[in-house]
């Protein structure tokens, strides 16, 4: 724009740099000579990481997507025709397909699925319409493999592969009786009478098409989303089902980091991922714009007026109308997993920028059955391949609940880490698979040794859950063992064998929290003998022979009769609680599956380690705070200047009661829908998240009389 000075010359006046976001930026600064050479270098390692496709892929893609839009419209003709529509409505009749996800953001890799979303007129529905008659359409396609439907979900879904791509294919049905090729789906019109799951089936179209509009610059945003995506899945934090983030968190966490640092290369900013994320007071929300309702009445984001809302631990609110959170599905356990990986990415960005460290560094694998001296088994089993991927997928669906479950009965003493990886024995010849989680004692609690934690209850809840799966088939079975870290199975590691954990690389060490450093500092030489007697004890126990355990609601007649399982019926115990063999159809050798799986069992008698809310007439609270101490002081600061806190219209504490510690804990409740942004660095140590978990949302403590085992371990 150009002004004219009283002297009668043009002068060009400089426009104010856009804002990206709710708040100013961080910083303006672009990259220096060292910042391009670091960049120069990821996107080095990145491309031999094999991270981008080949060309002849993309354009299998593109052939594939062309298929499915000719099937999606032929087949809603095909049901016009069948209604009795006019010829003319036959001809009209249409469908179009939109894709999603890391197709739509430009971040996908080799081999990665391609989200579709289906939008059909008003009159084909997704129950019957979608789920079973395009169902059959395309099972009878020899171009189609592994088709599984999800109508349950969240979202509904359907998987499957299409020559080999694999695909997950929504349905939305909108307000239109001919759906034009040109659909603006960004338009809130396109919401009008439609129901909620409906609406979450278009946001994913939506929030893409936002996300891209909403980041200075849209390479820099997707070269350091494919690093981060990629950088996730080798530290084992990337997975939405079990209870960590998948693309759309991963990506709207990037996008913020965009916003806050225009200017920055992708070398930059994933330096300051971490640097902010570390720094982040959960569980004040990421947003990359202002929420806002609409006249349409769907539900937003919004803690003032949903209580539930403000049990979210981890929110991170989608760019789109009805702005939602993405991140609901993490729990206290998977968000404290979450923080310590973000702490061990930021401590090796820090060693890259000073010249310490190479870029291969941050990406070494999470050592995760290294990490633990406790796990859970999980073996899922079919009586065949196709069965087996329609049950797994109900199970890994409802593996987070197990977690939320174990942390609700055991007053989050007992923490748990999913892992959302699938191992498979492959010298066994049935259907199975098998998924773990990492269990200890929460950190900063003292506790007597051999500790027991009883969750026969809640594992036995769990199952019932299971149980309803509405497409269950004879055979399928799961089986949920405690397994030490020396039983571990072989399968689980890369080679083949145990690696001595002598050999485990330095940059897999995390970091110490305050109070390890404290404790480091502070503890006696007796405490030091004290920890290596018991480290002795129990590997004396160890090497000593156990008895077996499993907890399964179906029992098989290979299993070995020390394992003992609860399907109804199945399992009975007598007065002195040991388990009674009771006989069942057997599916393979389940025994030889969980080679030394075991779980001690132990006969006396063992007092639930949480009350049911009913019982102490308070809601059932949990909290997550960070291993150090902080002041009220500190705390009322922390909340008003917090990084991450936008633009809040209000923020509001309560204050919760630790008997154990005999003082009051500040918990925040979230009440605006933004705050300011402060750029000072605030130690790790001084963050304070403390989170609600409402009864309504678990109900009360299973008083399941039918339980079967109780873990029993040293943590």
Known sequence: METQSPNGSLQKQSLPPKNYGITKPISLAGPSEADIQRNTEL???????????SKEEAAKREEVLGHISEIVKSWVKQLTRQRGYTDQMVEEA???IFTFGSYRLGVHGPGADIDTLCVGPSYVNRE???????HDILAEMEEVTE????????????RFKFQGISIDLLYASISLLVVPDDLDISRESVLHNVDEQTVRSLNGCRVADQILKLVPNVEHFRMTLRCLKFWAKRRGVYSNVTGFLGGVNWALLVARVCQLYPNAVPSMLVSRFFRVYTQWRWPNPVMLCSIEEDEL???????????????HHMPIITPAYPCMNSSYNVSLSTLRVMMEQFQFGNRICEEIDLNKAQWSALFEPHLFFEAYKNYLQVDIVSADADDLLA?????????????LKIERDTNGMLQCHPYPNEYVDTSKQFPHCAFFMGLQRKEGVSGLEGQQFDIRGTVDEFRQEISMYMYWKPGMDIYVSHVRRRQLPVFVFPDGYRRPRSLRHPSQQTGKTCEDVTRSHSGSTERQIKRKRDD????????????RASISPLRMESVSPDIIT??????????????????HRGTGDLDSLRGQTSLDVDDSSVVRSVESAEQIGLPFRQELLSPCEVSDFETREACKAGLNQEKTADSTSAFINDPEIGSSRRILNWKGVGAEVDREVVKACNQTAAVEIAESVFGSSSNAQNLNCKVSFFV
């Not at 019957?128 to 395009?134: G, K, Q, R, S, Y």
């Not at 088709?147 to 359907?158: C, E, K, S, T």
């Not at 009445?297 to 049990?311: I, L």
């Open 536 to 547: 002795e004890t129990v590997d004396e126990k160890l090497n000593k022979p156990e008895k």
């Open 147 to 158: 088709l599984q439907p999800v109508p349950d979900a969240h979202v509904p879904v359907m």
């Open 391 to 403: 049950w797994k997928g109900w199970v890994e669906s409802r593996l987070r609940q197990l977690t």
């Open 128 to 134: 019957e319409d979608f789920f079973i008659i395009l």
């Open 94 to 96: 249409n469908a179009v």
């Open 566 to 583: 609860s399907k109804s019926g199945g399992t009975s115990h007598n007065s002195n609680g040991q388990a009674v063999k009771v006989e």
């Open 297 to 311: 009445g769907f539900p937003v984001w919004d803690p003032r007026k949903n209580p539930r809302d403000r049990f």
């Open 43 to 53: 996107e080095k390692f990145l491309i031999e990481s094999g991270l981008y496709e």
